[in-house]
C-alpha cells in the first residue's frame, strides 16, 4: 500500500445515486395511494429500478427509484411519494438511516447532473433538509459515520459536518493516470470498526484515511481496476469492495469482486460472475454470510468457505439478468433484492417478484 500524507454504465449510474440538521415540512404529509388497478395491472412492477429497501425506525419499507418517486410499504398499503408530496424529484437514491433510526435520502431531478436535495421522513411528513454553514449545492450519498457525523458528496467532493458546519474533505490529488474521461465522477465512502475511513474514487483506487494521514490501495497493490466502489467490512475485518470496467477505452474486462484482508487481494475467478464482470452490491446477513448479485449470472451466498448460486426467479423470465442495485435483510431476516426489471424477495431457493400486488408478506 501506497503511503499519500495528508452493464454497465448504466448500473454504474444508478448506483451512484443513492448531522443535525434542522428541516422544514414538506407541501403533504402522506403520499399519494396507489391508484386503483385493474386486475391485470396489479402485477406492476413498482419500479423499473428499484433502490432499496430499508426499513425505518416504525418497520416501514422504503424504496427509493430511478425515476418513480419513493415508496413506503406501512404493511397494509404501498404508497408512493412524488414532488406534490415533497420530492425534488423522482429521481431517489442514497437511502440510509441515522442513529436514531430515522429514514434520509436524496430527491433529485431526473437528468443525472440536475439538482437534488437532503430529505428526511419523521413518521408523518417528508422534510427538505435547512443549509447550514457550509452545506454544499446538490448533495449525493448522505451517509453517517460511526460517531453519527454526517458526510454528503457534492460535484464529485466529499463534504463533513464539524460543530454543525460543513466543511470540504479533499482527498489527495491525482497521482495515477486519469483513465476515467466519462465526466461521471462515483465515489462513495465507509468507516470501519478501528475508526479508519475509506473513499473509493473511480480511477485513483481506494484511499484510507486512519485521522492523520491517507494510505492508497490501487492496482499496484493487486486490485484489478482503480475505479472502485467499498461495500462493507465483515464480521473478521475484510473490506468488501467492487473494482468496475465500464471507464476504460481498451473495453478490457477486469471488473470483479475483491477483499482486502489488511495485507492482500483476493479475488474469486472461479466463481463465474465474479471476474471479468462488475458487481454492484454486497451485503453481510446476521450469521455472517456474503450475499453479491453477478450481473447477468445470479445471486450467490459465501459462507467463508463455500459460494451457493440462487438462479431460480418466479415467474420465470429467461432474459431475466440479474442487474441488480441493492440487497437488504430486514428486521424479520427477509433478504430483499432490487433488481433491473423489479423489486424480488428470496423465499426459500426462489427469488419471487414482488409487485404493487405483492407478495410483501
Request: hydrophobic share 35%.
Amino acid at each position: 500500500m501506497s503511503h499519500v500524507l495528508l452493464p454497465s454504465i448504466l448500473l454504474a449510474v444508478i448506483m451512484a445515486f443513492g448531522c443535525h440538521l434542522a428541516t422544514e415540512p414538506a407541501a403533504a404529509t402522506l403520499g399519494s395511494m396507489v391508484p386503483e388497478l385493474q386486475d391485470s395491472a396489479g402485477h406492476q412492477q413498482v419500479a423499473e429500478y428499484p433502490i432499496g429497501p430499508i426499513e425505518d425506525s416504525d418497520g416501514n419499507l422504503w424504496l427509493g427509484s430511478v425515476g418513480s418517486g419513493a415508496m413506503m410499504w406501512d404493511g397494509e398499503e404501498l404508497r408512493y411519494f412524488h414532488a406534490e408530496d415533497g420530492l425534488l424529484g423522482d429521481r431517489v437514491t442514497g437511502l440510509t438511516l441515522d442513529s436514531a433510526g430515522q429514514l434520509w435520502l436524496v430527491s433529485a431531478e431526473e437528468n443525472l447532473g440536475g439538482r437534488s436535495a437532503l430529505m428526511t421522513w419523521d413518521g408523518a411528513t417528508l422534510a427538505r433538509a435547512k443549509h447550514p454553514t457550509g452545506f454544499p449545492i446538490n448533495p449525493v450519498r448522505p451517509y453517517f459515520d460511526n460517531s453519527g457525523v454526517l458526510w454528503v458528496q457534492s460535484e464529485g467532493r466529499f463534504h463533513r459536518e464539524v460543530n454543525g458546519d460543513f466543511e470540504p474533505f479533499p482527498l489527495p490529488e491525482p497521482n495515477l493516470p486519469r483513465t476515467n474521461t466519462t465526466g461521471y465522477e462515483p465515489k462513495n465512502m465507509r468507516q470501519v470498526r478501528n475508526g479508519d475511513h475509506w473513499f473509493a474514487t473511480s480511477d485513483q483506487g481506494a484511499f484510507r484515511w486512519d485521522g492523520e494521514d491517507f494510505h492508497q490501495l490501487t492496482t499496484a497493490d493487486g486490485l484489478p481496476t482503480n475505479n472502485v466502489s467499498l461495500h462493507l467490512e465483515d464480521r473478521y475485518g475484510n473490506l468488501w469492495l467492487s473494482c468496475f470496467h465500464w471507464h476504460l477505452t481498451t473495453g478490457d474486462q477486469r471488473g470483479a469482486l475483491c477483499m482486502w484482508d489488511g495485507k492482500t487481494v483476493t479475488s474469486f475467478p472461479d466463481v463465474p460472475g465474479l471476474t471479468e464482470n462488475e458487481v454492484y452490491s454486497v451485503l453481510e446477513d446476521r450469521d455472517g454470510n456474503i450475499w453479491m448479485c453477478a450481473t447477468g449470472h445470479g445471486v450467490y451466498r459465501y459462507d467463508g468457505i463455500n459460494f451457493k448460486a440462487f438462479t431460480q426467479i418466479q415467474p420465470e423470465n429467461p432474459d431475466f439478468r440479474f442487474g441488480c442495485n441493492s440487497i437488504y435483510q430486514d428486521r424479520k431476516g427477509r433478504l430483499w433484492f432490487g433488481f433491473g426489471g423489479g423489486l424480488y424477495r428470496l423465499d426459500g431457493d426462489t427469488l419471487v417478484n414482488v409487485t404493487r400486488g405483492g407478495p410483501w408478506d
